[in-house]
């Protein structure tokens, strides 16, 4: 069972940057892929950006979505726990629940079995 936690976010002007993070309870969490979603009101979740775990490379792969790819940016810290998400130049569009989660496997693009409770990002305009 991995328990993961969201911070970082907040109220942003267009054009500002913030980073997300999201610690895992467990130190062992090397060996999952691990992903950014958001979440609009009353869609489904989507994925924003990913990266596979480092068992079998110290670079793991990544994907970002095409929406924000420029933008936003992943990254990991193993001996953390945590993964980021870097958000930069922010629009209206991005405000959105943002939630982490850890997969069951090592590659990215399989199924995601743990979650965190997300954390808001807003518009403040």
């Known amino acids: 069972q991995v328990q993961l936690r969201e911070s970082g976010g907040g109220s942003v002007q267009a054009g500002g940057s913030l980073t997300l993070s999201c610690t895992a309870s467990?130190?062992?969490?090397?060996?999952?892929?691990l992903g950014w979603f958001r979440q609009f009101p009353g869609k489904e979740r989507e994925l924003v950006a990913a990266?596979?775990?480092?068992?079998s490379s110290d670079d793991p792969s990544t994907y970002v979505a095409a929406s924000v790819k420029g933008r936003f940016t992943i990254s990991r810290d193993n001996a953390k726990a945590t993964v980021y998400l870097c958000?930069?130049?922010?629009?209206?569009?991005?405000?959105?629940?943002?939630?982490?989660?850890?997969?069951?496997?090592?590659?990215?693009?399989?199924?995601?079995?743990?979650w965190g409770q997300g954390t808001q990002v807003t518009d403040s305009a």
């Open positions: 958000m930069n130049r922010l629009q209206p569009e991005d405000a959105a629940v943002y939630l982490c989660a850890a997969g069951g496997s090592s590659d990215w693009r399989g199924l995601y079995e743990y």
């Open positions: 990266i596979a775990s480092t068992d």
């Open positions: 467990r130190r062992t969490f090397s060996s999952n892929a």
